[in-house]
């Protein structure tokens, strides 16, 4: 493992499938595409990516975190795997934060497993807004509880079963097996940790907002010291540009989608709508920060990591470092990692900011178990 003064506790993390099978690979189903990144030791506390795909998605097959089209997640599950040519078939899979709810709780040490299970399905039922049935519900020891040294603290998650049947039938329906359903805000927490390694003072004692720009959401995720202290999820993301785009220009979605990654747009792209949608982002930047200073202890940020696939714009670090006042850099979690000779080093570090998640999760073969 790496060696940084900020470690993501590993214990922190829900799962809700259990046991856990190493090898496996991280897989982040999300808006664009279908993720997977594998990972290996590499020794010597360093780690190698061997292989990875982005095998993108038919629109709305995914919504708001949700599959929508099992068949069109099922087939992208099964173009990318393939074209992925490993052998590993186990795979760790995440929920979006928002579709997870999570509760920590005390309750008195020594208790068996069984007692233990009893007790957080009777306070489950207290605050879990659906029946007891419908949710798959997991809990994790966190440890000895910081009020009551004859206490321990308890992590529960609950999550309603079809968010997770409908994950786990398009991995199987690829042959595949899910090891393990993450939550992709505790994923990206963990790529972070190999992010982090590589800062200042190894982030310690900083306040640090990794910024994940997707397809049609910002998430918010703000740690210090490996833990999360603000989540928070913003509908805005790079589908905009690519509407903006259609519209300014009279193309298709798909011309302008291809338009905007691959260039070869009027010269006036740059000042008409490349740069107010990059000013945009920056302002809802700017708000969450505001969110941030006004509903918890804190009045200031460090750094800004920007990661999902908006992070390729070239120049956008600057813009929200100067909206907001804040050190901002792209997030690249594989960067200390070896690469093994099938990676294009190139596209890698391209892809990197919008592979957090699917990093995180492939890092889960690393847990101690
Ligand atoms: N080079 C680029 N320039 C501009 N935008 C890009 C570039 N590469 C990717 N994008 C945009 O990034 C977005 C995809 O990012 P990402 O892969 O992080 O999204 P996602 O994880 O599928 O979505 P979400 O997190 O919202 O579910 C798309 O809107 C895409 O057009
Ligand atoms: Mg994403």
Request: hydrophobic share 45%; net charge negative; glycine share 6%.
């Amino acid at each position: 493992m790496l060696k940084g003064k900020v470690n993501v506790d590993p214990q922190a993390v829900a799962r809700f499938l259990r046991p856990r099978t190493p090898p496996l690979i991280g897989v982040d189903i999300s808006t664009s595409a279908v993720k997977f990144v594998e990972l290996e030791d590499a020794g010597k506390g360093r780690y190698r990516v061997e292989r990875y795909t982005i095998e993108p998605l038919p629109r709305d097959a995914v919504v708001d975190g949700s599959v929508v089209n099992l068949d069109q997640v099922a087939d992208a599950f099964k173009r990318g795997w393939k074209k992925l040519s490993t052998r590993v078939r186990n795979v760790a899979l995440a929920l979006p934060a928002a579709s997870v709810i999570t509760k920590r709780i005390s309750v008195p040490a020594g208790q068996r497993e069984d007692e233990l299970e009893l007790q957080v399905e009777t306070e489950a039922n207290q605050y879990i807004p659906f029946a007891l049935e419908e949710v798959n519900l997991d809990f994790q020891v966190l440890g000895p509880s910081a009020d009551n040294p004859d206490d321990v603290e308890i992590l529960i998650a609950a999550s309603r079963k079809e968010k997770i049947e409908d994950r786990v039938a398009a991995a199987e329906s690829a042959g595949l097996k899910a090891v393990v359903m993450d939550v992709e805000s505790y994923a990206t927490q963990a790529a972070f940790a190999l992010i982090s390694a590589g800062l200042p003072d190894s982030g310690f004692d900083q306040t640090i907002a990794i910024v994940d720009v997707g397809t049609s959401v910002m998430n918010v995720n703000i740690l210090r010291n490996g833990e999360s202290v603000y989540l928070r999820e913003q509908p805005f993301g790079g589908f905009q540009l690519t509407q903006e785009i259609q519209r300014h220009f009279g193309l298709t979605l798909e011309e302008a989608e291809i338009a905007k990654k691959n260039g070869g747009l009027p010269e006036n792209y740059e000042t008409e709508v490349l740069q107010p949608f990059m000013d945009n982002l920056a302002l809802e930047v700017a708000r969450v920060l505001q969110f941030f200073y006004t509903s918890t202890q804190y009045s200031s940020v460090d750094r800004i990591l920007l990661a999902g696939g908006c992070a390729a714009i070239a120049g956008l670090d600057e813009t929200v470092g100067r909206r907001t006042q804040v050190p901002t850099a792209i997030a690249n979690p594989f960067a200390a990692m070896e690469l093994s000779s099938k990676i294009r080093p190139r596209q890698l570090e391209v892809d990197a900011p919008s592979l957090m998640v699917a990093c995180g999760l492939a890092m889960r073969r690393f847990d101690p178990s």
